[in-house]
């Protein structure tokens, strides 16, 4: 068992925007690896405003899809830019120094139950965070065009 000296506190230092824009300055050198897994940058269109909003993320894999959960720490309702892909999927994603146009949508729920894991392995929280909801935390597939 770890003692509280050598458990790793996450770094929160890169959080929001200015994940986004060391992310941007640095082609993702700083802030894809984070805190043991790895993030990308979503650009979403805004369904209200119509602007460009950006998001960084946690991602996985599957295939040649890039997978994102609408988690919001297990709030009892989606975030944002998960409301923004239902009204707008053409989206991009920047992934390292890499923007990829790409199509979003929701796993069904026999792709969520495979790819479910994919994703706790990347950030096991998302386990406590849909016990703690009664919300079905969405899984995106974001595939590119």
Known sequence: MPTWQSMRMPDYSL????????????????????????????????????????????????????LIVASKGGAPDHPGWYKNLLAHPDVKIQVWDKVIPVRARTATAEEKK????????????????????????????????
């Open 15 to 66: 959080f929001g925007d200015e994940h986004v824009r060391q992310y941007e300055a640095t082609g993702g050198k700083i802030g894809h690896d984070w805190n043991n897994t790895s993030c990308l940058v979503l650009h979403t269109i805004g369904r209200k405003s119509g602007e460009t909003k950006k998001f960084p993320l946690i991602y996985g894999r599957d295939g040649h899809n890039y």
């Open 114 to 145: 495979r790819v479910w894991p994919i994703m706790t392995a990347q950030w096991p929280d998302y386990d406590k965070y849909q016990a703690g909801t009664k919300r079905d935390i969405p899984v995106v597939m974001l595939t590119p065009r």
